[in-house]
């Protein structure tokens, strides 16, 4: 009776033999995987590190572009400030209109350079009258007007 039990074990040792093999070659197969996948896992890191550094360098120069473009935009809102108000003002208004948008920044040079246009053309500030020179033969004329004949004929001594 004993010979069937020793069969039985044989049984469950050639199973778990089998077992054992199959594992291995499971454990052999997921090793390859891995090392595989692993290989994958540094060609990926090493495409994400020069996208990175792809990306710095994009950001530089789109940085570097930003600067030349606000520096011009700076130099053209200039331009309209002095065409509108003068060289002498023009600083202070920049400072002043420097964060405005640009729809703002046109509406409000638009309205000085028009106030600029009709205050130059107004007869408020065209000079009229003496001219300030000291011609002998203009000064003569006005000298004797009528009414400075009349403050003469007043005023003037009798002749003794």
Known sequence: MTPI????ETV??????TAVKADAAELTTLQASFESLTAQFAESQNKVAELTTALSAFAEQKAAADALVHAAKMAS???????????VKADSLMAAMAEMSDATFDAVTAAMTTTATAEAQSPLFKEVGVDGSADPAKLAAE??????????AQYQPAAK
Do not use: H, I, S
Request: charged share 30%.
């Open 77 to 87: 809102r200039k331009e309209k400030v002095v065409l509108a108000v003068g060289t």
């Open 143 to 152: 000298a004797e007007n009528g009414v400075m004949q009349y403050l003469k």
């Open 12 to 17: 469950k040792e050639v199973d778990m033999v």
């Open 5 to 8: 039990p020793a069969k039985a």
